[in-house]
């Protein structure tokens, strides 16, 4: 069972994965088997995937193993690949920072990463 709080924070980052890819919900709904209706759900914070689901998001969205997860509590701390703090989970629970703020630092963090083997 999540709670509202993960459920919130799961949202928020399903929703910035997503719109980053440039997918619709219905595009997300089809390549993870589930229904657009689903994936609205989830972004609205009303439900959560279970945990197949959130690795299948995850591979898609291409964010970090377990960031997807460890956000619904499905991952606990001590099983995260060296127990550190991702630069997602740190911008995301940052109080220091409003929405926009998360959504530049986490884009660009996301954009570093994906782009890191051009810059070599």
């Given at each position: 069972?999540?709670?509202?709080?993960?459920?919130?924070?799961?949202?928020?980052?399903?929703?910035?994965?997503?719109?980053?890819?440039?997918?619709?919900?219905?595009?997300?709904?089809?390549?993870v088997?589930?229904?657009?209706?689903?994936?609205?759900?989830?972004?609205?914070?009303?439900?959560?995937?279970?945990?197949?689901?959130?690795?299948?998001?995850?591979r898609?969205?291409?964010?970090?193993?377990?960031?997807?997860?460890?956000?619904?509590?499905?991952?606990?701390?001590?099983?995260?690949?060296?127990?550190?703090?991702?630069?997602?989970?740190?911008?995301?629970?940052?109080?220091?920072?409003?929405?926009?703020?998360?959504?530049?630092?986490?884009?660009?963090?996301?954009?570093?990463?994906?782009?890191?083997?051009?810059?070599?």
């Amino acid at each position: 069972m999540t709670t509202a709080q993960q459920r919130e924070a799961f949202r928020r980052a399903l929703r910035q994965a997503r719109t980053e890819m440039g997918l619709s919900q219905r595009a997300v709904a089809r390549a993870v088997g589930r229904t657009a209706s689903a994936v609205w759900q989830w972004e609205e914070g009303l439900g959560a995937p279970n945990p197949p689901t959130v690795a299948e998001l995850e591979r898609l969205l291409e964010v970090e193993p377990d960031a997807l997860a460890r956000l619904l509590g499905y991952v606990p701390v001590s099983e995260a690949s060296d127990g550190a703090t991702s630069v997602v989970d740190a911008v995301n629970a940052d109080p220091r920072l409003d929405e926009g703020g998360r959504e530049l630092l986490t884009s660009v963090y996301r954009w570093l990463v994906r782009n890191r083997s051009a810059m070599r």
